[in-house]
T-cell receptor
Framework: AQSVSQHNHHVILSEAASLELGCNYS??????LFWYVQYPGQHLQLLLK??????LVKGIKGFEAEFIKSKFSFNLRKPSVQWSDTAEYFC????????????FGGGTRVLVKP | EADIYQTPRYLVIGTGKKITLECSQT?????MYWYQQDPGMELHLIHY???????EKGDLSSESTVSRIRTEHFPLTLESARPSHTSQYLC??????????????FGPGTRLTVL
């Protein structure tokens, strides 16, 4: 069975700082990778996803993630954060053998100070 | 506007009560899911459905049950609530069965507290 780990539970940074959130998964086969975000009081929503092709994926609101197969990683990045990026971020993976059911990491709570 | 709805948003209830958490989506999606999330923890899949009259248990064992009589509706029921059921319950839906482009859309969640 696949699993997902997110290295940081909480991240605090100032506006304009760069953000990188780690995500590692354990599964030896083909995976589909996702980052979801939950802003305060809002639904969990998709930020970006990777299925195949270019391992550098661009999502909404200036976020991007890089799939590094050899490291089983799918880290999320944003060069310059804004106060509105304060949210909880979840990495998730699915595989065909799991019937495409999503497995989520524990989430990283990001606080951007104005 | 197409969306996914959950009611109630918050529920505080006593031990032993029967409760039903509602989930409806207006996107015409075949697949629907229930996740359980404790504060600061992962989302764990507890139930899913590929369509009407299809229900399966997820990765995390749960005492709850679900039904799928209509495509748009996927309620979750606890016959006798206990404090250990206190958690947030998230409903989701997705559009394409067994496809790598399957993106799940989430409802706002129901925060359940059992006293």
């Amino acid at each position: 069975a696949q699993s997902v780990s997110q290295h940081n539970h909480h991240v605090i940074l100032s506006e304009a700082a760069s953000l990188e959130l780690g995500c590692n998964y354990s599964y030896g086969g083909t995976v589909n990778l996702f980052w979801y975000v939950q802003y305060p009081g809002q639904h969990l929503q998709l930020l970006l996803k990777y299925f195949s092709g270019d391992p550098l994926v661009k999502g909404i609101k200036g976020f991007e993630a890089e799939f590094i197969k050899s490291k089983f990683s799918f880290n999320l990045r944003k060069p310059s954060v804004q106060w509105s990026d304060t949210a909880e971020y979840f990495c998730a993976v699915n595989t065909k053998t799991a019937g495409n059911k999503l497995t989520f990491g524990g989430g990283t709570r990001v606080l951007v100070k104005p | 506007e197409a969306d996914i709805y959950q009611t109630p948003r918050y529920l505080v209830i006593g031990t032993g009560k029967k409760i039903t958490l509602e989930c409806s989506q207006t996107m015409g999606h075949d697949k629907m899911y229930w996740y359980q999330q404790d504060p600061g923890m992962e989302l764990h899949l507890i139930h899913y459905s590929y369509g009407v009259n299809s229900t399966e248990k997820g990765d995390l064992s749960s005492e709850s049950t679900v039904s799928r009589i209509r495509t748009e509706h996927f309620p979750l029921t606890l016959e006798s609530a206990r404090p250990s059921h206190t958690s947030q319950y998230l409903c989701a839906s997705s559009t394409i069965r067994d496809s790598p482009t399957d993106t799940q859309y989430f409802g706002p969640g129901t925060r359940l507290t059992v006293l």
